[in-house]
């Protein structure tokens, strides 16, 4: 006789929510050599990302020792590139004196960037973990505002048609505060316009 197990539709959650910490509070953090680590490792929210029973996870664990290596620490007012051979090494040091199995430079690059997916969803932070490198690093305020630059060029043809599409329907009275309403909630930006 077969078994009906129980099913659901939704998949289970592969990272926590969103933390309610100010800009001050996270560069406070920031301070401490595992600032990052120590947020999503306090955090209750995150504790069955964080831990694998009273182990770090192996995405924390990664970034406990890429901070160990001087991930959050600046060079030259640039972030620190930190090796993920040497991360890796830490990493398998640790396990190693526990009779467990190393691991390769690719699972703790994979791990890397799931701890980066972590941190953007709790606090909204960039860690990149490049696999064309193979270096680990917290995007500092230069890179920040190259992307910035780079991606507001390629958008402002868009939202320039935007903003044609958006007086076009204020003119004409044209109700589409619910289709605004609808896109700042799924990109997380507000469109500010007169017929909102």
Same mark, same amino acid.
């Given at each position: 006789?077969?078994?009906?197990?129980?099913?659901?539709? @939704?998949?289970?959650? @592969?990272?926590?929510p969103?933390?309610?910490?100010?800009?001050?509070?996270?560069k406070?953090?920031?301070?401490?050599?595992?600032g990052?680590?120590?947020?999503?490792?306090?955090?209750?929210?995150?504790?069955?990302?964080?831990w694998?029973g /009273?182990?770090?996870?192996?995405?924390?664990?990664?970034l406990?020792?890429?901070?160990?290596?001087?991930l959050?620490?600046?060079?030259?007012?640039?972030?620190?590139?930190?090796?993920?051979?040497?991360v890796t090494?830490?990493? /398998?040091?640790?396990?190693?004196?526990?009779g467990k199995a190393?691991v390769?430079?690719?699972?703790?690059q @994979?791990?890397?960037?799931?701890?980066?997916?972590?941190?953007?969803?709790?606090?909204g932070?960039?860690?990149?973990?490049?696999?064309?490198?193979?270096?680990?690093?917290?995007?500092d305020?230069?890179?920040?505002?190259?992307?910035?630059?780079?991606?507001?060029?390629?958008?402002?043809?868009?939202?320039?048609n935007l903003n044609?599409?958006?007086?076009?329907?204020r /003119?004409?009275?044209?109700?589409?505060?619910?289709?605004?309403?609808?896109?700042?909630?799924?990109?997380?930006? @507000?469109i500010l316009?007169?017929?909102?």
């Amino acid at each position: 006789m077969s078994v009906n197990f129980p099913r659901r539709e @939704k998949p289970a959650a @592969k990272v926590g929510p969103r933390l309610e910490i100010s800009p001050l509070e996270l560069k406070n953090w920031l301070e401490h050599e595992h600032g990052l680590s120590k947020l999503l490792t306090e955090s209750e929210a995150w504790e069955p990302f964080a831990w694998k029973g /009273n182990d770090l996870s192996a995405p924390l664990r990664a970034l406990f020792a890429a901070e160990r290596r001087g991930l959050l620490k600046l060079n030259n007012d640039r972030a620190n590139n930190v090796s993920i051979y040497d991360v890796t090494a830490d990493i /398998n040091i640790y396990l190693q004196s526990f009779g467990k199995a190393p691991v390769k430079e690719i699972t703790v690059q @994979k791990n890397l960037q799931t701890a980066a997916q972590y941190l953007r969803t709790a606090i909204g932070v960039s860690v990149v973990a490049d696999s064309s490198t193979m270096t680990v690093r917290f995007v500092d305020k230069y890179e920040t505002a190259e992307s910035i630059e780079k991606y507001f060029k390629q958008m402002e043809p868009k939202l320039v048609n935007l903003n044609r599409q958006l007086d076009h329907a204020r /003119n004409c009275g044209y109700a589409i505060s619910h289709v605004i309403s609808g896109s700042a909630s799924s990109v997380g930006e @507000k469109i500010l316009a007169a017929c909102t």
